[in-house]
């Protein structure tokens, strides 16, 4: 099993960044692919980007791309996502998630099978 936990969310205003941390722990060895994803209210959850643990590709819906980053420190088992020039569309709970072994790249939720508790992140003036 593998543990996620998140943190860095909270109320910013438009225009400005955050940054997201998700720790994993547990075993950590099941972890191919680890992504963020966000649903807001009354939504279904979006994919936001995603990269592999072992590599350095990347992967962004197209919302996000230029305001977004994904990176990893896998010494800390800790993946992040910066983000800036935030507007109200990217108000949402951002979940950190982890795909097993077995298939490629996925942007569809049902793919990944473990899941943090989420982090709030709201943009508003």
């Known amino acids: 099993q593998v543990q996620l936990v998140e943190s860095g969310g909270g109320l910013v205003q438009p225009g400005g960044s955050l940054r997201l941390s998700c720790t994993a722990s547990?075993?950590?060895?099941?972890?191919?692919?680890m992504g963020w994803f966000r649903q807001a209210p009354g939504k279904e959850r979006q994919f936001v980007a995603a990269?592999?643990?072992?590599?350095?590709?990347?992967y962004y819906a197209e919302s996000v791309k230029g305001r977004m980053t994904i990176s990893k420190d896998t010494a800390k088992n800790t993946l992040y996502l910066q983000m800036s020039s935030l507007n109200s569309a990217d108000t949402a709970v951002y979940y950190c998630?982890?795909?097993?072994?077995?298939?490629?790249?996925?942007?569809?939720?049902?793919?990944?099978?473990?899941w943090g508790q989420g982090t709030q992140v709201t943009v508003s003036s």
């Open positions: 998630a982890a795909q097993r072994p077995g298939g490629g790249f996925s942007n569809q939720h049902w793919q990944y099978d473990y």
């Open positions: 547990g075993r950590t060895s099941d972890i191919y692919i």
């Open positions: 990269m592999p643990w072992i590599g350095d590709a990347t």
